[in-house]
């Protein structure tokens, strides 16, 4: 660790201008110009050629882009749709989350519509929450309180919980299916107009 430290100082930009510097003031000596006090100067630049150099800059750190991203939640989904396959759900709950994981599935298939929901950061973080988060603790929660219910019979059955949780989620899901529609509009529209532009000025 004490190398390493001793090579990021040799190496740093402070060191290499402060040396640069110094190395002229030597130039400087040979040529006769500083005289007898030629430590001083080759000190004096060295310190200088330290000063005036730009501080060290640490490399941001290096995060997967979207596409990565988009990668990794489709493994994630697949998992996550395994799971799914085990449990035991209601007619109307199962047609309901089937309809859900096909609208997402969908959202992540590879292809033009994964490049778009790739330039949309916010898009990725609503579809990874509802594949890493959402989905499975709805469910989760439906198997969990359904045993309860069994044993506690004549509450407020957990299937009407979670018909209305894939409903909302579903709905998100549309939402954002809408907004990359709406950004392909936006750019046949733009495309266009650049078209017409194009006419007008030849």
Same mark, same amino acid.
């Given at each position: 660790m004490a190398t390493s430290r001793v090579l990021r100082a040799l190496e740093s930009r402070k060191n290499l201008t402060g040396s640069a510097c110094g190395l002229a003031g030597v130039a400087l000596t040979?040529?006769?110009?500083a005289g007898a006090y030629w430590p001083v100067v080759v000190a004096g630049l060295y310190g200088a050629g330290a000063l005036i150099a730009p501080p060290e800059r640490p490399a941001p750190p290096d995060f997967p882009d979207p596409s990565a991203q988009l990668d990794a939640l489709r493994e994630d989904f697949a998992r996550l749709t395994e799971y799914l396959d085990g449990v035991? !759900?209601?007619?109307?709950?199962a047609g309901r989350l089937v309809e859900l994981t096909e609208l997402l599935a969908a959202l992540l298939d590879p292809g033009w519509v994964a490049e778009v929901l790739a330039l949309d950061?916010?898009?990725v973080h609503a579809l990874a929450r509802a594949v890493r988060q959402d989905v499975p603790e709805?469910?989760?929660?439906?198997?969990?309180?359904?045993?309860?219910?069994?044993?506690?019979p004549g509450q407020e059955p957990p299937e009407r919980? !979670?018909?209305r949780q894939l409903t909302l989620l579903h709905e998100e899901a549309d939402r954002l299916a809408a907004s990359l529609r709406e950004t392909e509009a936006r750019r046949q529209e733009s495309h266009t107009r650049y078209l017409e532009d194009r006419g007008r000025g030849a």
């Open positions: 040979f040529a006769g110009v035991d !759900l209601p007619p109307a709950a950061p916010e898009g709805a469910v989760d929660a439906f198997v969990r309180t359904r045993w309860w219910n069994r044993m506690a919980h !979670l018909e």
